[in-house]
Nanobody, 127 residues
Framework: QLQAFGGGLVQAGGSLRLSCAAS????????MGWFRQAPGKEREFVAR????????YYSDSVKGRFTISRDNAKNTVHLQMNSLKPEDTAVYYC??????????????????????WGQGTQVTVSS
């Protein structure tokens, strides 16, 4: 029961902040991930955080521009997106999977390893 929101239309160079809230469970024992899928393309890993350790990892395409963070009080994970580019246009999904105490070889970049998914929020970046 994840709900992603915060998408919208923004000009290139602008910023958006996506949020992902969970109902009926807390994120404390989870890995939270953001993925995106552009029209005609496969789903792509964007960023992830081990909630209990604040350990983060980013795809090369967003590193330095996007920041994943958490709000413990609101049980919400955010994706701050700065310096947006037209190629960032996609539906963005948040996802969660259980944290088992160590980071696997794929660094939680494989969407197939995530159990829970939000409904997606559209981000459109105009040139």
């Amino acid at each position: 029961q994840l709900q992603a929101f915060g998408g919208g239309l923004v000009q290139a160079g602008g910023s958006l902040r996506l949020s992902c809230a969970a109902s009926r469970r807390t994120f404390s024992m989870y890995v939270m991930g953001w993925f995106r899928q552009a029209p005609g393309k496969e789903r792509e890993f964007v960023a992830r955080m081990v909630w209990s350790r604040s350990n983060t990892y980013y795809s090369d395409s967003v590193k330095g521009r996007f920041t994943i963070s958490r709000d413990n009080a609101k049980n919400t994970v955010h994706l701050q997106m700065n310096s947006l580019k037209p190629e960032d246009t996609a539906v963005y999904y948040c996802a969660a999977t259980q944290w088992y105490g160590q980071i696997p070889s794929d660094n939680y970049t494989d969407g197939g390893n995530y159990i829970y998914w939000g409904q997606g929020t559209q981000v459109t970046v105009s040139s």
